[in-house]
């Protein structure tokens, strides 16, 4: 007879080391998760559990929901709740974990150090008005596309498990609650940051600019000013991840201040989402009416974000005011060519370009704004570009046709020989993304009918993005008329 499960997490593999719960006391507040009434495993990943260096069999025995709910706690946790401050649409404010409490960092085999936290454990001192809970729908929506984003090849949080708490959530409707289980670098923010800042407590910002610089630019940590270190260090990820969104479609939604995290991971997925048709004013959130956060203002974004670091780590610059904000201002100049040459770089392999010449950011561009005018997918097109292809838009081929014909050209004129061409542009532009209209209905599907088959099958088509091999046409094509999603909600 095989074994049983453990029921034991330990034997799992799980070895916490909680160097920010050792962090003074200004840096967090002990909180224990709130006990759920009657907690069941939705989803759990077990190749993620694998990378940890936890054994996902033993992980899922019989007590795994009542772990992932926070009803039984993890050997060697210490939860808190993180203490941080936040832009949110260009205001301060004091924040928090409200509703996430950071069980501590897990250790893996090779020594990689990971947070683990749970979404929706229940209320902390941050909380406010809220109810530190989440709905099924946003966290079954994190756990898919952090993951899609994590098999993009883009740097993120990830997604060990959602659990349901048997409890309601009181929204605009009353909606199953859940608990995500979030596995991150870290969750330390620009907020965590502009928290300490806006209290003038340069100490604890002196506290946590080493202990970043210890976590995520070791590197960097002997810099001759380690917050100009880690500022340049932070701006280099910023540049390269926002690159990498623009280049798969992706839209954040609620780029606040406390939500973009050192590391350079993507974090907090809301009410984000990819992009059909081409469009640098696509604005998919239900609460981001100026089109703050829209897909090409993301750049200009990520600059401002940045500028609120350096604001913050002023008094770490040097010590006289004026000398530190020349410093970074000196530094925050170079973001943008920083950015430019990450994002033309992502275009060269979509477009499959091996040289380099001084007419192939205009050859992108018009190829960009071709799209626009006529409202082509982003996907599909790159995907199928092809020297003989024919027009993605019919009713627009001949400009089309004669950008085709510079391309081809273009080709021409590097060594490479067609099929190595077609393997770099296959492996810059991804054949399915998580398609909003699709996600919509795996979510509604999961949500309103209990029904997870949907959801498992994308699951399983976004593991391979760059392979178009027996991937669904839904997600191959782009939306049928009148189906494209133009709203997400934050939901939480
Ligand atoms: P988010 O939109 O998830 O980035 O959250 C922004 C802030 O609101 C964070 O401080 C969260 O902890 C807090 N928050 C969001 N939802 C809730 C909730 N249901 N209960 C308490 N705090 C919340
Ligand atoms: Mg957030």
């Known amino acids: 007879m095989p074994p049983s499960p453990s029921p034991d997490p ?96 897990h250790i893996t085999p090779t020594g990689e150090r990971f947070d683990v936290q749970l979404k929706g454990a229940g209320p902390t001192p941050y909380s406010r008005s809220g109810d530190g809970r989440a709905a099924l729908g946003p966290m079954l929506r994190e756990y898919l596309i952090s993951e899609a984003m994590h098999a993009l090849g883009i740097p993120t949080t990830r997604s060990l498990a959602v659990a349901t708490t048997g409890e309601p959530v009181f929204r605009e409707q009353t909606l199953p609650g859940a608990v995500l289980t979030r596995i991150a670098a870290s969750h330390i923010r620009v907020g965590t940051f502009e928290y300490f800042a806006a209290l003038d407590d340069t100490e604890s910002l002196r506290l946590l600019t080493e202990h970043t610089l210890g976590r995520h630019f070791p590197d960097r940590k002997d810099s001759e000013t380690p917050a100009l270190g880690l500022l340049e260090g932070v701006m280099e990820r910023q540049a390269s991840l926002i690159a990498q969104w623009l280049r798969v479609g992706f839209v954040h939604g609620v780029m606040n201040t406390d939500n973009m995290a050192l590391s350079g991971e993507t974090i907090d997925y809301g009410p984000c989402a990819f992009v059909d048709a081409y469009n640098p004013a696509a604005v998919f959130s239900s609460i ?38 020349e410093r970074a201002n000196a530094l925050l100049a170079g973001f943008t060519e920083r950015f430019q040459r990450e994002w033309h770089n992502a275009l060269r392999g979509k477009l499959g370009l091996f040289t380099t010449e001084p007419g ?42 004669l950008w085709q014909q510079r391309w081809t050209a273009r080709l021409d004129r590097q060594p490479q020989p067609w099929p190595e061409v077609q393997r770099r542009m296959q492996a810059h532009n991804p054949a399915v993304i998580p398609r909003n209209h699709v996600v919509e209905a795996a979510l509604t599907a999961a949500t309103a009918a209990n029904d997870l088959d949907p959801l498992g099958r994308l699951l399983i088509s976004l593991t391979k993005p760059y392979d178009a091999a027996d991937q669904p046409a839904e997600l191959l094509n782009p939306p049928p008329p009148g189906t494209p999603v133009c709203r997400t909600f934050c939901g939480t």
């Open 10 to 105: 330990l034997i799992a593999g799980w070895r916490f080391d909680n160097s920010y719960a050792r962090l003074p006391d200004a840096f967090h507040t002990r909180v224990q998760p709130t006990p759920v009434a009657e907690p069941f495993l939705v989803l759990f990943n077990r190749t993620l559990a694998e990378t940890l260096g936890v054994d996902p069999v033993a992980l899922v025995g019989p007590t795994a929901p009542a772990h992932f709910t926070g009803n039984l706690s993890f050997p060697g946790a210490e939860p808190i709740a993180q203490a941080y401050a936040g832009h949110q649409f260009g205001h301060l404010s004091r924040l928090g974990d409200g509703r996430a409490i950071l069980l501590g960092e």
């Open 288 to 325: 981001d009416h100026q089109g703050r956060y829209a897909f090409g203002r993301q750049p200009q974004i990520a600059t401002w974000n940045l500028a609120r670091l350096a604001e913050a780590l002023v008094p770490l610059l040097h010590s006289k005011t004026e000398t530190a904000v």
């Open 360 to 401: 192939d950011a205009a050859l992108a561009d018009d190829l960009l704004r071709w799209m626009q005018n006529t409202g082509a997918d982003y996907t599909h097109t790159f995907r199928n570009l092809h020297p003989q292809a024919s027009t993605p838009a019919p009713d627009c081929a001949a400009p089309f046709e």
